[in-house]
């Protein structure tokens, strides 16, 4: 296991940060993603720790709020000590039926923070998220409430999640202007089945130094090796929960050249999608969530998929965004000073 600094940050977090989507679901959305009980997850915890992984991810919506108490009770029940993991949770989506129970208002965010902790048994979060993009709070109206939580020592580190890189961009650029405690990691969807986001985020995260963590590395279990052009699937949450939307059809194409790749390099499938993520510059840790601890021990192995040039080539090729304006326009009209900066 490596451990790669998250942005600008001095903060380090390993390779793969450990998903907590499944613990805690019931009934509707939550119980189809998972329905792992304190015993199931505090396995789940425990290999984690064991092959290295001291990055934990949650959010206040998982499960409505049990995803956070289970993992706090199993840092507990695991004995571990707080300052050897990094533990990140989120804030935006509903939690009551009022209208000021959802968003990135400074008034959600204060109340939520303190029901997270209280939840999680911690007297601090590591890494605290915004979740989503909320239309109706002004961004720096959310950035002053994150600042207080840094200073007043609840929060340690902020990050966004699932929000595009102009909001991202005015984000950091309001930061520095108030002096307010920065943004240092992005929270996305990135996949071979789902690139888009190389599009505008990635310049974005390279130019503004913005650790990016990849949530559904495997495309919500499309690329695990189970899904094959000829129907074939074993039953998975996509059963139920067909979430990311996924061009089926093309991402076919892209399981065709990760089974060769899987072969050469004597793995599986789904830890060649995963080592394809970990080869990517701009990805400083890969999400990875499990229902049972030989699906978590598969992904673990990832990190010791060494994959060569031809193989990335390939899957380069085959999972390819169709060029797109501005995109085609920029690399055309900047190709010549771009093969200066190449020749220094």
Not at 227 to 248: L, M, N, T, Y
């Amino acid at each position: 296991m490596r451990y790669r600094r998250l942005g600008q940050s001095g903060l380090f977090v390993s390779e793969l940060c450990l998903g907590t989507m499944t613990f805690g679901g019931s009934e509707g959305m939550w119980g189809q993603i998972g329905r792992l009980g304190q015993a199931e997850a505090d396995a789940i915890v425990g290999t984690a720790l064991d092959a290295g992984i001291t990055f934990i991810d949650t959010a206040n919506v998982y499960a409505e709020g049990r995803s956070e108490e289970i993992v706090g009770q199993a840092l507990r029940n695991l004995n571990v000590a707080r300052d050897d993991v990094v533990i990140a949770t989120k804030v935006h989506g509903p939690m009551g039926d009022g209208p000021n129970a959802r968003g990135a208002s400074r008034g959600h965010i204060m109340t939520q923070v303190e029901a997270s902790l209280r939840r999680l048994g911690l007297d601090h979060i590591d890494l605290y998220q915004i979740h989503g993009f909320d239309p109706a709070t002004p961004i720096l109206e959310t950035l002053d409430a994150l600042d207080t939580l840094v200073r007043r020592g609840d929060v340690r580190y902020l990050g966004l999640s699932n929000w595009a890189a102009w909001q991202v961009a005015r984000a950091v650029g309001l930061a520095e202007a108030r002096r307010l405690a920065p943004i240092i990691s992005l929270q996305a969807y990135y996949s071979l089945a789902g690139r888009d986001l190389e599009r505008e985020i990635v310049p974005m995260l390279r130019a503004e130094n913005i650790g990016l963590m990849v949530w559904s590395p495997l495309a919500g279990g499309f690329l695990s090796g189970k899904f094959r052009r000829d129907g074939g699937a074993a039953e998975g949450r996509r059963a139920s929960f067909d979430f990311p939307p996924v061009d089926k059809d093309r991402a076919y194409g892209i399981i065709d050249v990760l089974d060769a790749v899987a072969r050469r390099r004597e793995c599986t499938v789904a830890q060649a999608a995963l080592a394809w993520l970990l080869h990517r510059p701009v990805v400083t840790s890969v999400l990875v969530g499990a229902k049972r601890v030989d699906q978590l021990k598969d992904n673990i192995g990832a990190t010791e998929v060494i994959l060569e040039q031809d193989d990335l080539n390939a899957l380069d090729a085959a999972s390819a965004l169709t060029p797109e304006y501005p995109g085609w326009m920029i690399a055309t009209q900047g190709e010549s000073r771009q093969a200066m900066i190449d020749a220094e």
